[in-house]
């Protein structure tokens, strides 16, 4: 189900220049400190994790509509929404999840929207990284300029997961199998960085990709 932006895109109508630049990848390859190094280059950062958060904040229209549907079970003593005990309650039940994504959804494209648009009105020539760990799965590259993979073999992604969660190697397995394989997402991007070096590597790569957002953005800026 893709994200619902209600008729909209922070592309749509656009009278500035700013660039989005979709952040992507496989769990465990390294999104966070690619995203970590590109927005001190400059990017400033849109992530959906984050966003998909705030809108189930109590209060928040999600959050009514979640605890309308499921039920005061879902919730934390605070009131606050059990993420994890709802996440168990539609795993396996694919209207239920339809049903969640309904409620979230357009929250989380709203937000979106508003979101790169305060900061494309501080600085019309921003370039946006939204990082979507589910950007391709959800088939949300319309809404970027330019898509970014993190890559790493996939041996890599399970051990990394494994040590991360402290989980064994088949549900480390298990956990990959959600998600499109690694090595078909980079049929979708513009541009890759692989991440299975040393840090230093990586930066050399996020610096390269910098300068060439930057070419284009100038590129954009002359008309050419």
Do not use: C
């Amino acid at each position: 189900m893709a994200i619902d932006v209600g008729g909209k895109t922070p592309m749509s109508g656009l009278t500035d220049r700013r660039l989005l630049l979709g952040v992507t990848g496989g769990i465990a390859s390294g999104k966070t400190a690619v995203a970590e190094m590109l927005e001190e280059l400059g990017a400033p950062i849109i992530d959906f994790d984050v966003l998909a958060r705030q809108v189930v904040e109590p209060g928040r229209p999600a959050y009514r509509e979640i605890v309308s549907f499921f039920g005061e079970q879902v919730l934390q003593e605070d009131r606050t929404l059990d993420r994890k005990k709802l996440s168990r309650l539609v795993f396996q039940d694919l209207e239920k999840r339809k049903k969640l994504e309904s409620f979230t959804h357009p929250q989380i494209g709203m937000e979106f929207i508003r979101r790169a648009n305060e900061i494309a009105a501080g600085n019309p020539d921003a370039i946006i990284q939204v990082a979507v760990p589910l950007l391709i799965e959800v088939n949300m590259q319309h809404l970027f300029h330019k898509i970014l993979v993190i890559h790493v073999p996939r041996e890599t992604q399970i051990e990394r997961l494994m040590l991360r969660d402290g989980i064994g190697r088949e549900e480390a397995e298990s956990i990959l199998a959600a998600q499109l394989p690694i090595d078909e997402k980079i049929g979708y991007a513009d541009f890759v960085i692989r991440n299975e070096g040393s840090l230093e590597e990586t930066r050399k790569q996020v610096q390269a990709l910098w300068d060439s957002l930057r070419k284009l953005q100038a590129e954009r800026r002359s008309g050419t």
